[in-house]
């Protein structure tokens, strides 16, 4: 995963910028699921690398064809992203939370 998407560059990053951001991001990582085997593995090897970019990241839900992730909401550690995977889509969002 490229640089580009640090959670610091998120967090400096203008309303209109941050919404670029993500919707870069999804595209990213939609063109890696394309034409995987497992949904969840390859969630999981995102999820790694967003972490290793300083993003919090915790499931929030999943099933055979979808999963969601964001920053943890038990001990709040300030905004972050929030990203619905699913094998036909990536959607990724900023929470403020």
């Not at 941050?18 to 063109?31: F, H, W």
């Not at 394309?34 to 972490?51: C, I, P, T, Y």
Request: proline share 3%.
């Amino acid at each position: 995963m490229l640089e580009e998407f640090e959670k610091n560059r998120f967090m400096a990053a203008s309303h209109a910028d941050r919404l670029r951001l993500c919707a870069e991001l999804a595209a990213d990582i939609s063109s890696k699921l394309r034409g995987k085997d497992s949904l969840h593995r390859e969630v999981l090897s995102a999820v790694e690398e967003l972490r290793n970019l300083g993003h919090d990241l915790w499931s929030y839900d999943e099933d055979e064809d979808f999963e969601v992730w964001g920053p943890n909401y038990h001990t709040p550690s300030g905004p972050g992203l929030v990203i619905t995977f699913a094998i036909d889509r990536v959607e990724v969002s900023w929470t403020q939370k």
